[in-house]
């Protein structure tokens, strides 16, 4: 449930971004990732795609994998302490219900990472 709740969510930003097959790593598992497959130049490296954000289901939580949040320090400024609490890694946060703030930060997140984006001219 938890999976279909943030998959939801994830599905209002295609568009602009694209839903990515899933790696050969991720098939035997759910998974819904979104990229950019736009040519951009990243720390001087040329990269055909950028992730944006994606949900694997683990095994005790589904994983809520967002890039910026390790990349850009102030976004994870910008969120609730009790979201920001689930953050487990550089980019991952352990979900493992969608009580209290979950739904509205995730939602949050990818609202500055969209702008972050078109900033960075990303998508």
């Known amino acids: 449930a938890v999976f279909d709740e943030l998959k939801i969510i994830l599905s209002a930003y ?13 098939r035997n ?4 990732e979104l990229t950019s497959y736009k040519k951009v130049v990243i720390a001087g490296r040329p ?6 954000a994606g949900i694997i289901i683990q095994k005790n939580y589904v994983g809520f994998y967002y ?3 390790y990349s850009e320090p102030e976004v994870r400024s910008q969120l609730h302490p009790e979201f920001t ?4 890694g550089k980019s ?6 969608t009580e209290g703030v979950v739904l509205d930060q995730v939602k ?7 702008i972050k984006y078109r900033e960075y001219g990303w998508i």
């Not at 990269?47 to 944006?52: G, I, P, T």
């Not at 609490?85 to 487990?88: D, R």
């Open 47 to 52: 990269k055909d795609e950028v992730y944006f």
């Open 14 to 26: 295609s568009p602009p971004f694209s839903v990515k097959t899933p790696s050969d790593a991720l």
């Open 29 to 32: 598992k759910r998974s819904y």
């Open 67 to 69: 890039m910026l949040a």
């Open 92 to 97: 991952c946060f352990y979900i493992k219900n």
């Open 108 to 114: 949050k997140a990818l609202d500055i990472g969209l």
């Open 85 to 88: 609490a689930l953050l487990k």
